[in-house]
Each structure stands twice: as C-alpha cells, then as structure tokens.
T-cell receptor
Framework: EAQVTQNPRYLITVTGKKLTVTCSQN?????MSWYRQDPGLGLRQIYY???????DKGDVPEGYKVSRKEKRNFPLILESPSPNQTSLYFC????????????FGPGTRLTVL | KQEVTQIPAALSVPEGENLVLNCSFT??????LQWFRQDPGKGLTSLLL?????REQTSGRLNASLDKSSGRSTLYIAASQPGDSATYLC????????FGAGTRLFVKA
C-alpha cells in the first residue's frame, strides 16, 4: 500500500531533550515536506526537500533541523525542544516539487513540557 | 508573500443542501491548488487537485474551480450529508505550500 508513515504517533517529552520524528514514504517520491498544525494558526510548512541532499526552509524553520540522505526518509530533528514546539506535525510527499498531489502522513502529536 | 484565506470560517447547513466553500490567495504564481478534508484529530485526506492551467476538477459530489487571475478557488459540495462534516482546507503550492485556516463544516441530519 502506498503510504507516508510517521513515528512516533504520540510523544511527550521535556524541554531540551533532543528528539527525532521519522517520516518514510514508499512511493519513490522526490519531494518531501514537514508541517506543523496549531489551533488558530493552521498548517505551516517547516522544511521541504526537493530531492536527496536538497532541503530548504519553509515558513517556520526555527528550532528544527532536517536531513535527506535517502529518498524514502525525511526525519525531523528537534535539537532542544521547547514548549512552543508542542504541536501536531505532518509529513508529506509528492512525486515532484511542482504540479502534483501531496500525500500526507497520519501526524505526530508532540507535547513538550 | 503568499497569503491564503478561507471564507467562511465555519458553516452549518441542513442535510441535502448544496454549498460553496471559498479560498482566495494573493499571488497568482502557483503550480496548483489542492483541497483537503480533515476530521477532528485526524490527518489530511486529499479531495481534489487543480493544476494552475486547469479551471476545474470534479470528483463525485465535489467540484473545485480555480480562477488564477483573480486568486480564487471554490469547492462546491452537492447534496451535503452528515458524513461531510469536517474541516476543509485549501493549499496553494509554488516552491512552498501555504494553507488556508480552513472552513469547519457541520451538516445537520
């Protein structure tokens, strides 16, 4: 089944403890992206990757890191999480970075205490 | 800077009614516009994708239109059902993707 998977689905952590949220797609897509969703602010793009080793900032990249060493994986790294990074995170992928449909993962609910 | 606005923010209609959700964007230099549905606490389900060169797309009871020159898209839902109750999001894509805040739809049985 074609899908985007994220792990973990739920995570509660404490301020300053480094964490990684994994994202994997099995559709051989070139483009992958991370979003966060917050009440009243909607979905905002954090980082995106047009292909392996090519990443760029979205609208809210501060406090996050990403890497794209393999086509199928695009992990989101929070080096020193803070409470304002408590959010619902979505990973997405598409076959290219332009005029095609994006497919979204199920989401990761992160709470930083 | 691209901005995406969805009106109305919330809508309550009786079952069977036809309805229109609106999405407007400020910069017409987009690759495509995608409509999504999101149920409470759930992920995003893609409904329709309109390429920048297209005027509309249809899927079942859903019809989405795009007027790039005026920066507008509409999602038309025919014969609404209680199962259509959800938040509907539009997203415009250039090299980034910008989402609207969504329209929360409630269809009363």
């Amino acid at each position: 089944e074609a899908q985007v998977t994220q792990n973990p689905r739920y995570l509660i952590t404490v301020t300053g403890k480094k964490l990684t949220v994994t994202c994997s797609q099995n559709m051989n897509h070139e483009y992958m992206s991370w979003y966060r969703q917050d009440p009243g602010l909607g979905l905002r793009q954090i980082y995106y990757s047009m292909n392996v080793e090519v990443t760029d900032k979205g609208d809210v990249p501060e406090g996050y890191k990403v890497s794209r060493k393999e086509k199928r994986n695009f992990p989101l790294i929070l080096e020193s999480p803070s409470p304002n990074q408590t959010s619902l995170y979505f990973c997405a992928s598409s076959s290219s970075g332009t005029g095609v449909e994006q497919f979204f993962g199920p989401g990761t609910r992160l709470t930083v205490l | 800077k691209q901005e995406v606005t969805q009106i109305p923010a919330a809508l309550s209609v009786p079952e069977g009614e036809n309805l229109v959700l609106n999405c407007s964007f400020t910069d017409s230099a987009i690759y495509n516009l995608q409509w999504f549905r999101q149920d409470p606490g759930k992920g995003l389900t893609s409904l329709l994708l309109i390429q920048s060169s297209q005027r509309e797309q249809t899927s079942g009871r859903l019809n989405a239109s795009l007027d790039k020159s005026s920066g507008r898209s509409t999602l038309y839902i025919a014969a609404s059902q209680p199962g259509d109750s959800a938040t509907y999001l539009c997203a415009v894509r250039y090299f980034k993707t910008i989402f609207g805040a969504g329209t929360r739809l409630f269809v009363k049985a």
